[in-house]
Every structure is written in C-alpha cells, then in structure tokens.
C-alpha cells in the first residue's frame, strides 16, 4: 500500500488567522506560550490526528492517562506515541451543545466515569494548594489584576470553605464546548449518542475532584449551576464532592486567570469571576 504520510501532506487542525493570532499573542502580549500543534493525517481514506507536545514527558503522561481509559470509548483511540507525539485515531461527531439538557447529562456520565477511577482521599496539608494560592494571588495584586482588598477576601473565602482532606483523581481539565464530540447516530435525549473527549491533554491524573467543573464556570457552565452539575456526577456514579467544591472552584479560578494572564489573553479575564466566589 502506497500512502503519502509526509509533512507535506498533512494539514494543520487551526486555520491560518488563529496561527496568526497566536503567533502574535506570543511576541506583544504573553509570558508563555503553547507550544503545542496539531494536524490531520490521512491514511489511505481514513483521517488520523498527529498532537504533537512541546516535550516527550508531557506525551508520555498523556498516553499514561489515555491508556488507563483505554476502550472506554471517551477519548480517541491512541495509535502510536513517538517521542513527543502521539497518533490518535479521528472521532466523527457533531458538536456538544452546552445548552442542551441531554449533552450536559452525557457530560455528568462521562466526568462520573473519570472521578470514580481509583480516587484518592489526601489530607489538605500534604499538598501545596494554600501555598500556591498565596503566591497566585499576590501575583495577581502585582501585574494589577486584583485589588488588594480583593485579593485578602479570597484568601479569607478558601480559609473558611478550605476541607481538611481533598479527593484527587483523573478530571478533564478544560472542559470548553470544542473539545468535545457527541459521537453515534443516536437522536438527541437517548442514551445512544456518547460524548467523545477530543481534546486528549486535558485529561490529567491527581486533579482535586471538580476543577474541570470549575473551569466549565468560566467559560459556559453558569456559576450557580455548578454544584447542580457536580450532583449529577454524584448521580451517575461519581464521588460526592460537595465538601471541597468551593474550595476547588477557588483555587482553580485564580490558578486559571494568573495564567490567562501570563498568555497574554486577558480577554478572558472577569471581575465576574471573583464575584461569584465571594
């Protein structure tokens, strides 16, 4: 079988303007930038997608946590890894509705599946989440973002929900409407289509349990209907997180704008964010 799988026959999964936009992104506006890319492979007549990461570590724990979730059906079949880079297979779909009723309860299954794989109950103070908050939030006040009223009010808010222990486990961590697929031929509201995880790095081990919720709340998911959303996990078949959902909403709301920030994408940066919280 003849197959042309060279770079020049592969096409790049971002249109030219967003690799434009990034590009400029990382030369007037940011710290950091992503330096991962992503393209298309055919395959005789079958589309593959080629991830490749900024180093071999980060795909190898990326095939570390697909591999654990291996024929479930949730994220892309891995093909192959090859230092840095992975091979996955294509997954056909339409896209998630965050509006609709039938996906956000797809989506409750789906992180259920995830949180109740080996999750581990860990005392607060074992790990460094008070301390990197601190330093969050005193960056924050630094480059302008937060008052600094604003910022002794969060930290007196995560002092008085803070739990003494904290589950960890595998969570999705970036949970934007784009990087997931609803895959089969199943009408809307049946049990028949599934929710597919396209976007296979935001799967990550030793995640506080409800951090993928909390970043949801920053983009689609409405603040107040997170903790809804976090009892239809429970539902499902997921651990009951209410005990440390404030705290993790928190943490990872400072966590997510310092680091917005340091991309140079303060568009994304909201007062509103903060309000919610307090």
Not at 169 to 178: H, L
């Amino acid at each position: 079988m003849k197959a042309r799988l060279g770079s020049l026959f592969q096409t790049n999964a971002h249109s030219f303007a967003r690799r434009l936009y990034f590009w400029w992104l990382q030369r007037w506006r940011g710290v950091f930038a992503k330096r991962q890319q992503v393209f298309f492979v055919r395959v005789g007549r079958t589309r593959f997608k080629r991830v490749v990461f900024g180093d071999s570590a980060q795909a190898a724990e990326v095939q570390a946590a697909l591999d654990d979730f291996a024929g479930s059906g949730r994220f892309p079949p891995l093909v192959h890894r090859h230092e840095n880079e992975l091979l996955l297979g294509f997954v056909e779909g339409r896209a998630f509705d965050p509006d609709d009723s039938a996906d956000r309860a797809r989506l409750a299954r789906f992180l259920a599946e995830l949180w109740r794989r080996a999750p581990e109950e860990i005392a607060r103070s074992d790990r460094p989440f008070d301390a990197r908050l601190r330093v969050d939030l005193d960056f924050l006040v630094t480059a302008g973002v937060l008052a600094a009223e604003r910022a002794r009010a969060l930290a007196a808010r995560a002092e008085a929900v803070a739990p003494d222990t904290l589950l960890l486990g595998y969570d999705y961590v970036d949970p934007v409407a784009k990087n997931f697929v609803i895959a089969g031929s199943a009408p809307s509201g049946t049990d028949g289509a599934r929710l597919v995880a396209i976007d296979v790095e935001s799967l990550r081990a030793d995640q506080p349990l409800g951090a993928g919720l909390a970043q949801a709340s920053l983009r689609w998911l409405a603040p107040g209907d997170v903790a809804v959303m976090a009892s239809q996990v429970t539902e499902s078949g997921g651990p009951d997180i209410d005990a440390q959902l404030d705290y993790v909403r928190l943490i990872t709301t400072v966590a997510w704008t310092k680091r917005k920030f340091l991309q140079g994408k303060t568009n994304f940066i909201r007062s509103a964010h903060f309000d919610a919280l307090l």
